[in-house]
């Protein structure tokens, strides 16, 4: 079956520190792959996606790529702020699982001042 | 900007009673769904619904739980006789013109269930 598997956490990072989060996958077909973030208190948001190989997704300064050599797509951004710490989710939706995501354990970031 | 909206954002019940969740899927979404995420775990999917019926059901979606969208508006779970492992938080979530696929899943802000 298909699988998710991030970076273990907690991260903290200083602000304007460069951050990298890890996310690898096992799918049997040929997924769309997705950053999801959760706010403390709130559901989670699509931060970003990519849905073929090579593509690269980015929003507010955070950029992913799909790698299919490698079965990635990990999470940076160059510089964090105090209001990136949230935790971090990395998931994948296959066109054969009639709508079914995949989530990965989610990464908790926090960014200190 | 649309979103999905969840009522109650916190429910305690107790062992063995029935729950319903409820929610309120953006208005021009065709798909629908449950997750859930008990506290440390993943997010795990628990059904999708489309075109009046379920799609897809994983294994923890048993004859304890249904869904329904009983108007154009509403989709609900329904626990049928809580467990103390049925808490967790809820979410329900919905998406455009494809199923997640491509089109990302648009969350609510989940309801806390909490079985005493």
């Known amino acids: 079956g298909n699988s998710v598997t991030q970076m273990e956490g907690p991260v903290t990072l200083s602000e304007e520190a460069f951050l990298t989060i890890n996310c690898t996958y096992t799918?049997?077909?040929?997924?769309?792959l997705f950053w999801y973030v959760q706010y403390p208190g709130e559901g989670l948001q699509l931060l970003l996606k990519?849905?073929?190989?090579?593509d690269k997704g980015s929003n507010k300064g955070f950029e992913a790529t799909y790698r299919k050599e490698t079965t990635s797509f990990h999470l940076e951004k160059g510089s964090v702020q105090v209001s990136d710490s949230a935790v971090y989710f990395c998931?994948?939706?296959?066109?054969?699982?009639?709508?079914?995501?995949?989530f990965g354990d989610g990464t908790t970031l926090t960014v200190k001042p | 900007e649309p979103e999905v909206t969840q009522t109650p954002s916190h429910q305690v019940t107790q062992m063995g009673q029935e729950v319903i969740l409820r929610c309120v899927p953006i208005s021009n979404h065709l798909y629908f769904y449950w997750y859930r995420q008990i506290l440390g775990q993943k997010v795990e999917f628990l059904v999708s619904?489309?075109?009046?019926?379920?799609?897809?059901k994983s294994e923890i979606f048993d004859d304890q739980f249904s869904v329904e969208r009983p108007d154009g508006s509403n989709f609900t779970l329904k626990i049928r006789s809580t467990k103390l492992e049925d808490s967790a938080m809820y979410f329900c979530?919905?998406?455009?013109?494809?199923?997640?696929?491509?089109?990302?899943?648009?969350f609510g802000n989940g309801t806390r269930l909490t079985v005493t």
């Open positions: 619904f489309y075109n009046n019926e379920i799609s897809e």
């Open positions: 998931a994948l939706s296959e066109y054969t699982n009639a709508g079914k995501s995949t």
């Open positions: 799918a049997t077909g040929y997924p769309s």
């Open positions: 979530a919905s998406s455009g013109t494809g199923s997640s696929y491509n089109s990302p899943l648009h």
């Open positions: 990519a849905t073929k190989a090579d």
